[in-house]
């Protein structure tokens, strides 16, 4: 598996990016909602550092804004890890 996806934040990261682009605060909100729990900022940031540094995501400024989106590298990534996920579970409805 693909090292940066052995973090689950940052494979849920990767997951939001994947239905839209999102600003930093918006996406760190939707972490917590997820994970019930307040996350911490440089941790939540370390984990976008990581996505960046390793080509996975990427930065655009929309006006004032920083906005965070996946890159082709990135959806490639979380594809393969999806299908990988699908080889190992069994989603047939009973």
């Known amino acids: 598996m693909p090292r940066f996806l052995q973090s689950g934040r940052r494979r849920d990261i ?40 390793a080509g996975f995501v990427e930065t655009r400024t929309e006006g004032i804004h920083d906005v965070y989106a996946l890159t082709t590298a990135g959806e490639q990534r979380l594809h393969d890890h999806v299908e990988w996920m699908l080889d190992h579970v069994d989603v047939t409805p009973e």
Not at 14 to 42: F, G, H, M, N
């Open 14 to 53: 990767c997951v939001l990016l994947a239905d839209e682009p999102r600003q930093a605060q918006a996406l760190k909100s939707r972490l917590e909602s997820l994970y019930d729990t307040r996350i911490d900022p440089k941790s939540f940031y370390g984990a976008l550092d990581a996505l960046e540094d």
